[in-house]
């Protein structure tokens, strides 16, 4: 860890400092379990069912904030990226970042980086014999960390793409998530791109999912943001069109589920 990590801040130790632990909701088997996947526990069910009460649509978010994340990565490498570092990757799903980016770049590389055991371990099972990506277990926290391991497979003096997709919103504004994002975006080349979705604080039903986060005890806590403060995460950047948007609205492709629950951006670094 980074002497920047602060170990059991205000919301105590983060699903990253621990061993996979069966008993408390983890945030990323709980959109497994959003998604209809099969990698989660008792706990996590237990408490995404509440999430549910709160916000009963969320399973069409978790499935609309897929669909942008691989509409955004195949428009990223359809602008000539061949390079992905993807922090909280979450549990591997259909579609995931290399394979949507190989689609278009068939040499493209991915480092996929979460604080959760689950997710490292199922990753590493898919990417076992693929020598053009890596899965580290790291916390976004600890930017130097990531940027460490991410090193030994990315070229960092060729543009890469940062993604922050449906992660920030793990990060309170003590953790000071803009300035864990800056270390990383300082590290990478103009030509770079920045992916990120987040949940969106103008959809009231998403302060419930955050208390349900909370008082579930997940393992990390949820917190929305405004599109202005969403925004001002991207500053420095030039943010491509069309702009902050939600989720269904960034470059649809058509039969995009409709929600307000999340905003989206992809920005490219310029200077
Ligand atoms: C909601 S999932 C999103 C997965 C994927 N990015 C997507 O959008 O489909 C959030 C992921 O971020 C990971 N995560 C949460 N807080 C993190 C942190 N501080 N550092 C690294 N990963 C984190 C979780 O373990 C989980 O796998």
Not at 126 to 144: H, Y
Not at 227 to 243: F, I, K, N, Q, S
Not at 247 to 253: D, G, K, V, Y
Request: aromatic residues 6%; glycine residues 8%.
């Amino acid at each position: 860890m980074d002497d920047e990590h602060v170990k059991g801040g205000s919301d105590g130790e983060s699903a990253g400092d621990r061993p996979e632990d069966a008993t408390v909701p983890s945030v990323a088997r709980m959109y497994d379990y959003f998604l209809g996947g099969k990698d989660n526990y008792a706990s996590d069910r237990a408490a995404a069912k509440k999430v549910l009460e709160a916000l009963p649509t969320v399973e069409g978010v978790a499935r609309a904030n897929r669909a942008f994340l691989q509409r955004a990565v195949r428009f990223v490498a359809g602008e000539g990226v061949d390079q992905f570092l993807d922090v909280g990757t979450g549990l591997p799903t259909q579609g995931n970042v290399h394979e949507v980016a190989r689609a278009v770049r068939p040499d493209a590389k991915v480092v996929y980086v979460d604080n959760d055991p689950m997710v490292v371990v199922h990753a590493r099972a898919l990417l076992a014999t693929d020598a053009q990506t890596s899965i580290v277990q790291a916390d976004m926290r600890s930017p130097g960390e990531i940027l460490d391991a991410a090193r030994e497979l990315l070229d960092f003096s060729r543009p890469v793409c940062l993604l922050f997709v449906a992660v920030l919103h793990f990060l309170p504004d003590a953790e000071d998530p803009a300035g864990k994002m800056r270390r990383l975006i300082d590290a990478v080349p103009p030509g770079s791109h920045v992916v990120l979705s987040h949940a969106a604080a103008e959809e009231q039903r998403n302060i419930r999912v955050g208390e349900t986060y909370r008082s579930q005890s997940a393992s990390a806590p949820l917190v929305a943001r405004t599109r202005d403060e969403v925004a001002a995460l991207l500053d420095g950047l030039t943010v491509l069109d069309p702009g902050v948007v939600r989720l269904h609205e960034w470059r649809p492709a058509g039969g995009e589920y409709v929600t307000d629950a999340g905003w989206t951006a992809v920005a490219r670094k310029d200077g």
